[in-house]
């Protein structure tokens, strides 16, 4: 595990995940139920466009995504009046190899902001949605620990937070997904490169 000292969303933060993996789209590539995803090809083809301009490419961020970020320190205050703590802030984590990484909202922590109608879903599911349980797991394991909160906030509403606990198993594929992922990553690159004649 390699900790980088950076602000998210920063030119520096941008630059150190440009065509890289990361958590938030880990359900790209390998599903909750353990299975590859059908969605893998196409973020393929959005890193490796990062990775040959050498910029972020489709960047896109809608008005929840906005809202998200600007309701997270009010999440963040709930979390910590709640539990009786104070969060860790981390910019940018990845492993060894710099080639994976994820951007915890807070070390163990995972926060997310939902329409009105989506939050009763989660507090009523009262678990963490399996859409973002491949995050969760990615930054258990990319973090090195062995839980990690999921929280739901709305400020008109109690938040749901859950504790989802390290599954050995489930990241031990998610790895091996990753890897097979990597591989044909660089694959495309090369055949890529060689096409190309200046």
Known sequence: MIIHDCEQGTEEWLTLRLGMPTASNFADIYS????????AQEYMY??????LAGEP?????????QRGNDLEPDAVSAYEFINGVETEVLGFVTNDEK???CSPDRMHLEIKCPMAKT???????????????PQV????WLCETDRWDFMSYHPKMPPLICTVF????????????LSTFLDKMEQMKKKIGEKNVY
């Open 32 to 39: 909750a139920t353990g299975k590859p995803s059908t969605r």
């Open 46 to 51: 959005k890193l490796v466009a990062e990775s």
């Open 57 to 65: 490419v489709d960047v896109y961020k809608n008005e929840w995504m």
């Open 99 to 101: 080639t994976i990484g």
């Open 119 to 133: 939050h009763v879903k989660y507090l009523d599911e009262g678990k963490c949605p399996s859409v973002y349980y």
């Open 137 to 140: 797991q990615g930054c258990i």
């Open 166 to 177: 390290r599954d050995d198993t489930y990241i031990k594929g998610l790895e091996n997904a």
